[in-house]
């Protein structure tokens, strides 16, 4: 049996905003990171509430500590407001998630929750994870709970135009990586495919453009779209290895979530491909978003597959590898055993379509260095 949830209402379009005026008379707490609490992303959101009603929270940094988490919820016990906002990229919305879900367990009478997400990568507006980091153990927490989906994910494509185009691939990267491994995952349905498939063809689409043009309105919308969507498909159908290790490249190497996807896309798909139905199911992608012709076989769809990635990669400047990101080669290669370890007890990783071992793990992450 499989089961699809998405409890989540979704409002798009560049005035999505307004729904946030419903809530212009309730005691309302921002949760955000240092920059939008400055630019004019914050007074666009602040537009439609009242802004006496309104507290802000902007210690959230990349990666969210466990430390700033506690510290949001010891506030949020003296703020006690009706309405969160969790506004930014997924590491703001992430750390909002978690402060709702144990405030709420603490007692705190939150009504209702609202995701607007500035970055277009994570989907976490519509997921039911929470990834928080232990920076002293170098190790991201991947928590899943259907209590986490926010009640409303508000999605405005003009939050999103000021984004700068390093951010935009790896975000864009982040989108892709999620609509792979959902559509390959063991986890996959009929209805997670369906979104899964979409989210890809748009990102092949329109990346290059949103990475090129940042201000085209229209390019973003759909970029922001593309990663709700494969939120969505990942959040019903799970993950798998290219995020088991991205999680590691991230908590042992501070390389950013998107970027780290992207470095190990290519890899894990070739690794996955021994498995016949994941083999078939690359295939099957490719031709849907017309990287393949109608008619190739399985082998050549995989191939064209793999093909199109790199290309997207280098018209998004992602580099070829962890090399060319001076973190410095014996930084690796000691952070290596805990990476392995970590991955295989990453929760991510029991949807993947083929078991992977340690050595596994250590070939992929020598192929990326
Ligand atoms: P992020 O939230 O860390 O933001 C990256 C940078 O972009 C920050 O410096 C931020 O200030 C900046 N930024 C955000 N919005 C901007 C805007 N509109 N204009 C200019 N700059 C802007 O990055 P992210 O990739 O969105 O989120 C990554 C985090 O999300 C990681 O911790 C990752 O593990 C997590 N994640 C969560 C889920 C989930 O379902 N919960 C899924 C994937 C990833």
Redesign the pocket.
């Known amino acids: 049996m499989k089961r699809f949830v998405i409890p989540t209402r979704v409002y798009s379009g560049t005035d999505s905003l307004r729904r946030l005026e419903r809530y212009r008379d309730k005691k309302t707490w921002v949760v955000c990171?240092g920059?939008?609490a400055k630019?004019g992303?914050i007074a666009r959101l602040l537009e439609h509430l009242d802004a006496d009603r309104v507290t802000l929270f902007s210690d959230i940094m990349?990666?969210?500590p466990i430390a700033t988490v506690v510290a949001g919820i010891e506030r949020l016990q003296t703020v006690r407001p009706q309405v969160v906002v969790g506004f930014?990229?997924?590491?703001?919305?992430?750390a909002a998630?978690a402060m709702v879900f144990f405030g709420r367990r603490a007692g705190i009478a939150i009504d209702t929750f609202i995701a607007i997400?500035?970055?277009s990568?994570?989907?976490?507006e519509v997921?039911s994870?929470?990834?928080i980091?232990d920076p002293v153990l170098g190790i991201?927490y991947?928590l899943f709970n259907d209590e986490i989906y926010p009640d409303i994910a508000l999605l405005d494509p003009q939050?999103?135009v000021?984004?700068?185009p390093a951010?935009t691939a790896?975000?864009g990267m982040?989108v892709l990586t999620?609509a792979i491994e959902a559509y390959v995952s063991t986890g996959a349905s009929d209805f997670s495919d369906a979104l899964a498939e979409k989210a890809a063809q748009m990102v092949f689409r329109h990346l290059p453009d949103a990475f090129a043009t940042g201000n085209c309105l229209r390019t973003r919308e759909k970029m922001h779209n593309a990663s709700t969507l494969a939120?969505m498909a990942f959040?019903q159908a799970g993950l798998g290895l290219n995020h088991a290790i991205a999680?590691q490249f991230?908590g042992q190497l501070h390389v950013?979530?998107?970027l780290a996807n992207a470095l190990l896309l290519a890899e894990v798909i070739r690794f996955n491909s021994q498995d016949a139905r994941a083999a078939k199911k690359y295939a099957r992608l490719a031709r849907l978003c017309g990287l393949a012709a109608h008619q190739s076989d399985d082998r050549a769809g995989l191939n064209q597959l793999l093909n199109h990635i790199g290309l997207l990669k280098r018209q998004v400047g992602i580099p070829s590898g962890l090399g060319g990101l001076a973190i410095g080669a014996e930084k690796i290669r000691l952070a290596e055993a805990n990476m392995i370890r970590a991955a295989l007890n990453d929760a991510t990783l029991t949807t993947n379509p083929r078991p992977a071992t340690d050595n596994d793990i250590a070939a992929i992450i020598h192929a990326v260095i």
């Open positions: 990171d920059f939008l630019g992303a990349p990666d969210p930014g990229g997924g590491s703001a919305i992430d998630k997400p500035t970055t990568g994570t989907g976490s997921t994870a929470s990834v980091s991201k991947p939050l999103v000021s984004v700068p951010v790896n975000t982040d999620h939120g959040s999680h991230g950013a979530h998107g």
